[in-house]
């Protein structure tokens, strides 16, 4: 198995999380999840992979969720689950697989934690921060 991320290249945090999966020397599976989208039976596998809900999955920021009324609690997990198929952009991301787990790398380090290879050396974000290979900040 390889290490797959479900990737937005617009989003920083996302870039970020790719860029650490190849300093790590792993090429992931990139799937760029707003073209093509998980299917709903892989995306009910996800969220039960990374212990959340789909309400915890939901994206509020830059996406349809407040004209959808999505804060509202009257919803439920399916019907939020047919909200993400219509609107994948609702889907937070980077989630990223690997052999070792699933997880939403917000931010962008947690993907360490899943890593074959999490031995990274320092890694530069885009925002000039500096991590090491446990995700903490350096210097």
Same mark, same amino acid.
């Given at each position: 198995?390889?290490?797959?991320? =479900?990737?937005? &290249?617009?989003?920083?945090? /996302?870039?970020?999380?790719?860029?650490?999966?190849?300093? /790590?020397? !792993?090429?992931? !599976?990139?799937?760029? =999840?707003?073209?093509?989208?998980?299917?709903?039976?892989?995306?009910?596998? $996800?969220?039960?992979?990374?212990?959340m809900t789909p309400r915890e999955l939901l994206r509020e920021k830059g996406? &349809? =969720?407040?004209? $959808?009324? $999505?804060?509202?609690?009257?919803? /439920?997990?399916?019907?939020?689950l047919d909200f993400m198929q219509a609107h994948p952009i609702l889907i937070n991301r980077p989630i990223v697989v690997s052999p070792?787990?699933?997880?939403?790398?917000?931010? /962008?380090?947690?993907?360490?934690?899943?890593?074959?290879? &999490?031995?990274?050396?320092?890694?530069?974000?885009?925002?000039?921060?500096?991590?090491?290979?446990?995700?903490?900040?350096?210097?």
């Amino acid at each position: 198995m390889t290490v797959t991320i =479900y990737h937005n &290249p617009d989003c920083g945090t /996302s870039r970020n999380t790719l860029a650490i999966i190849r300093q /790590s020397g !792993e090429e992931p !599976e990139v799937i760029e =999840y707003l073209k093509t989208p998980p299917s709903r039976e892989r995306l009910v596998e $996800l969220i039960a992979a990374m212990g959340m809900t789909p309400r915890e999955l939901l994206r509020e920021k830059g996406t &349809p =969720y407040a004209e $959808l009324g $999505l804060a509202d609690p009257k919803w /439920s997990d399916e019907q939020i689950l047919d909200f993400m198929q219509a609107h994948p952009i609702l889907i937070n991301r980077p989630i990223v697989v690997s052999p070792l787990g699933v997880v939403l790398a917000r931010p /962008s380090e947690k993907v360490l934690d899943i890593l074959p290879n &999490p031995d990274i050396g320092a890694f530069t974000k885009e925002d000039g921060e500096v991590i090491d290979a446990s995700g903490k900040r350096v210097g």
